[in-house]
DNA sequence: CCAGACGTTGTT
DNA sequence: GTCTGG
DNA sequence: CCAGACGTTGTT
DNA sequence: GTCTGG
């Protein structure tokens, strides 16, 4: 799945990739982390009618907008940071943004821990060969409580892993190459059905992987190194071992 | 009909 | 173990 | 996603 | 809001 990313490109960048009308300001983070405020492109024919793309920070953590207050801050400590793609058109938790609140995540890269019983989880970082921003499909809702209170929210869609990632982890992002984001973010005229085909896993030549450090590991370290590759905690162990010998 | 849930991940 | 905070 | 806390009473 | 369970 994608619970922790990084976002490199400025505003600048992104928009150069993907024009949109607006000009947001927002610092690099190499450790975007859940319920952070997140730059996510959307149409803002939703918001203003306006028909242009736009780029606002959401909340990351999707939040319905039926979700009655109270409901809100218990499922904050487990925010909806994705949805299933294989069941996004059917939950109601989804449905609706699926089908009218699309949008896209830009990213430089994006974390996976490694499960292990025997050692510390390993963080690995997984980009692009060439290391170039890309988009991760998602999904963005509208909540407005009783005293006006309003909040905006968002999630991205995950599939099942590529044969490149199926040995760290078994779940992905969608990623939408740059051929589909007109199509995806088009959400009041595209029959949402239409789009099912997208949602499915990056080919496998197009990403890489490498270990990092296990700084990324709290998200208050938030520095360009994180990206680096490191050795595996496995060597690591055995370095250590090695050294204790002498 | 009304009441109550509505999610993902990973792990068991 | 489970919840909150980031 | 991971890290880190997780409690009461009374007194200062 | 919308679906499921009773």
């Known amino acids: ?85 294989e069941t996004v058109t059917e939950k109601p938790f989804f449905k609706s943004a699926f089908k009218s609140r699309r949008c896209l995540f830009p990213a430089d890269a994006f974390y996976e821990w490694k499960r292990s019983s025997k050692a510390k989880n390993q963080p690995y970082c997984i980009r ?15 909540w407005q409580g009783a005293d006006g209170s309003e909040i905006e929210t968002c999630a991205i869609l995950t599939v099942a892993a590529n044969e490149t990632l199926t040995p760290i982890h078994h ?21 949402s059905e239409s789009l099912l085909p997208l949602l499915v896993p990056a080919p496998e030549k197009d990403f890489k992987f490498y270990p ?23 060597n690591k162990d055995q370095q250590n071992a090695q050294f204790d010998l002498f």
Not at 128 to 142: K, L, N, T, V
Not at 171 to 191: C, F, G
């Open 128 to 142: 692009r060969q060439d290391e170039s921003p890309f988009m991760m499909a998602g999904i963005w809702e509208f």
């Open 1 to 85: 799945m994608c619970g922790r990313y990084a976002l490199e490109t400025p505003p600048e960048g992104l928009k150069r990739l993907l024009p949109f009308a607006n000009s947001p300001n927002f610092p690099a983070s190499y450790n975007i982390a859940p319920s952070h405020p997140v730059p996510i492109i959307r149409d803002s024919a939703v918001i203003s009618g306006a028909g242009q793309y736009e780029c606002a920070r959401l909340q990351w953590g999707l939040v319905p907008g039926w979700m009655k207050a109270e409901k809100i801050t218990e499922m904050s400590s487990r925010p909806q940071i994705n949805a299933r793609s």
């Open 171 to 191: 779940r992905m992002p969608v990623i939408l190459e740059a051929t589909h984001w007109a199509e995806w973010l088009d959400t009041p005229d595209v029959k």
């Open 212 to 234: 990092v450090s296990d700084a990324v590991n709290k998200v208050a370290n938030n520095a360009p190194d994180l990206l680096a590759a490191v050795p595996e905690i496995e």
